[in-house]
């Protein structure tokens, strides 16, 4: 497989047994921290084919595996920052965690390529105070060695999407 198709380690690290994989994806306006287990796959941006009366977060669908697979625009969606794929744009396939979801997968447009990263309990810590708005589908704002993240709340994702096809129709 090319190297744009998966996301793998170049040089293997020592970890403690607390540390996770992780993946740090640009989307509009901010940068997602996923666990790494969460990614399916990497591909390059390519126009989705539209799905009528869908909310703009929503860019349309696209094929992958045998599967039409909804293509979402984190930024937007979050209200974050306008986002549109283009040159230099990737799309990351994610596995979907809820059970009671009907598509196994959904992608998010992002922009350059992501980031693999190792997240221990040193490195990572809430940023913000409690009681700040978040925006939409997040769940946290954390700051991973003193960088800024999002931690996407990928289950309220999830449900945002589904209700938004069923809705579309």
Do not use: C
Not at 21 to 28: E, H
């Amino acid at each position: 497989m090319s190297n744009e198709n998966q996301i793998s380690d170049a040089a293997p690290e020592a970890t403690s047994q607390a540390d996770i994989r992780g993946v740090l994806i640009q989307v509009g306006g901010a940068r997602l921290l996923l666990p790494n287990a969460t990614i399916a796959e990497v591909l390059s941006y390519a126009p989705p084919a539209p799905i009528e009366d869908a909310p703009r977060w929503l860019l349309g669908q696209i094929r992958w595996r045998g599967w039409h697979l909804p293509l979402v625009a984190f930024g937007e969606l979050s209200g974050l920052a306008r986002e549109q794929g283009g040159l230099g744009s990737k799309v990351v396939v994610l596995k979907a965690l809820s059970a009671a979801s009907r598509l196994p997968y959904f992608a998010l447009l992002t922009q350059g390529f992501p980031r693999l990263v190792t997240v221990s309990r040193d490195s990572l810590s809430v940023a913000g105070r409690e009681g700040d708005v978040l925006p939409h589908a997040v769940q946290a704002r954390v700051l991973l060695n003193d960088d800024p993240a999002l931690l996407p709340d990928l289950e309220a994702l999830e449900a945002m999407i589904g209700e938004a096809l069923v809705q579309a129709a």
